[in-house]
């Protein structure tokens, strides 16, 4: 069955440096992948959209890259600041909705 | 309104009853998803809307669930005869849903406890 992996442990890290989170996924072939980001009880809000086809994309401090060989996504937050201190979802398109994985937690310091 | 709206934010109930969720998409979305969230898990897909096709129901996880969408906007989901693992946050998002799956925007979820 369809599989997306995301670090269960909390990354934490000191504030100005690049935070990097991992989204793998297995038994899937998606056309495009999701990032979002979760504050404590709040919706989910979308951050990034990366297709198939695409290696890398970037917004302002947030970069995805998108590896169809290897079945991964990464997402990197340079210079972090507390205030990006969330839970940060991928999601992967399934049929015409989206397959979340469980989130990784971030917690950037002072 | 501006967002995707939900109500009740909280409903707390006893084990057996039923209860009714609502949803309000952003204006103009012919998308609209239904997720579950429970403690420490991911987004659990439960059934999906695109304007006045037949919904996709197949995450629905028993025939206690059903969700309408009424006029295309509108959407209620009912839990039938609650149970505790039912306890969760049940979050609505919409899209465009032109084509491809684009970015969904969420509302803030209403949060079910189950006694």
């Known amino acids: 069955s369809q599989k997306i992996e995301q670090n269960s442990e909390a990354l934490n890290i000191q504030e100005g440096k690049t935070a990097t989170l991992t989204c793998n996924y297995t038994?899937?072939?998606?056309?495009?992948l999701q990032w979002y980001r979760q504050d404590p009880g709040r919706g989910p809000v979308f951050l990034l959209l990366?297709?198939?086809?695409?290696k890398e994309k970037r917004k302002e401090r947030l970069k995805v890259t998108f590896d169809t060989t290897l079945k991964q996504s990464l997402f990197h937050i340079t210079a972090s600041q507390p205030a990006d201190s969330a839970t940060y979802l991928c999601?992967?398109?399934?049929?015409?909705?989206?397959?979340f994985g469980k989130g990784t937690s971030l917690l950037v310091t002072p | 309104g501006a967002g995707v709206s939900q109500s009740p934010s909280n409903k707390v109930t006893e084990k057996g009853k039923d209860v009714e969720l609502r949803c309000d998409p952003i204006?103009?979305?012919?998308?609209l998803y239904w997720y579950r969230q429970s403690l420490g898990q991911g987004l659990e897909f439960l059934i999906y809307?695109?304007?006045?096709?037949?919904?996709?129901k197949s995450g629905l996880p028993s025939d206690r669930f059903s969700a309408e969408r009424t006029g295309g906007s509108v959407s209620t989901l009912t839990i039938q005869r609650t149970q505790q693992e039912d306890s969760a946050v049940y979050l609505c998002?919409?899209?465009?849903?032109?084509?491809?799956?684009?970015?969904?925007?969420f509302g803030e979820g209403s949060r079910l406890t189950v006694l």
């Open positions: 998002a919409s899209s465009l849903g032109a084509g491809e799956t684009g970015e969904l925007f």
């Open positions: 038994n899937y072939s998606p056309a495009y």
């Open positions: 990366i297709r198939e086809n695409e």
């Open positions: 204006s103009g979305h012919t998308a």
């Open positions: 999601a992967l398109d399934f049929r015409y909705a989206l397959n």
């Open positions: 809307f695109q304007g006045n096709s037949a919904p996709d």
